[in-house]
């Protein structure tokens, strides 16, 4: 089984900063892509930002946070972040954690974290 757990939300006034992590655990062969995706009610989940897992770590950001969110994520450690600067009350969602995974004896699926409650005051 492969698991995705993240940590770091919560409430933060209009400018500040937060950032997300999630890690990836279980019977992992290896990590093809991680991400984030945000929703809020009512609306599809939709992009925040992913990145490669391969030299490269190639990201690619939604136009909304391009310049304010950073991804990163650290391979041996299967973690990925975001950090979230100058945020804006806009930016409120339930963050969800993604990653491209092959499990032991599988092919890859998509696997999604349980989500992490962002809120941004005004």
């Known amino acids: 089984q492969v698991q995705l757990v993240e940590s770091g939300g919560g409430l933060v006034q209009s400018g500040g900063s937060l950032r997300l992590s999630c890690a990836a655990s279980?019977?992992?062969?290896?990590?093809?892509?991680m991400g984030w995706y945000g929703q809020v009610p009512g609306k599809q989940r939709e992009l925040v930002a992913t990145?490669?897992?391969?030299?490269?770590?190639?990201?690619n950001y939604a136009a909304s946070v391009k310049g304010r969110f950073t991804i990163s994520v650290d391979n041996a450690k299967k973690l990925v972040y975001l950090q979230m600067n100058s945020l804006k009350p806009e930016d409120t969602a339930v963050y969800y954690c993604?990653?491209?995974?092959?499990?032991?004896?599988?092919?890859?699926?998509?696997?999604w974290g349980q989500g992490t409650q962002v809120t941004v005051s005004s």
């Open positions: 990145i490669t897992n391969d030299d490269d770590g190639t990201p």
């Open positions: 993604n990653a491209d995974i092959v499990a032991w004896g599988t092919v890859h699926n998509v696997y």
């Open positions: 279980g019977s992992i062969f290896s990590i093809n892509a």
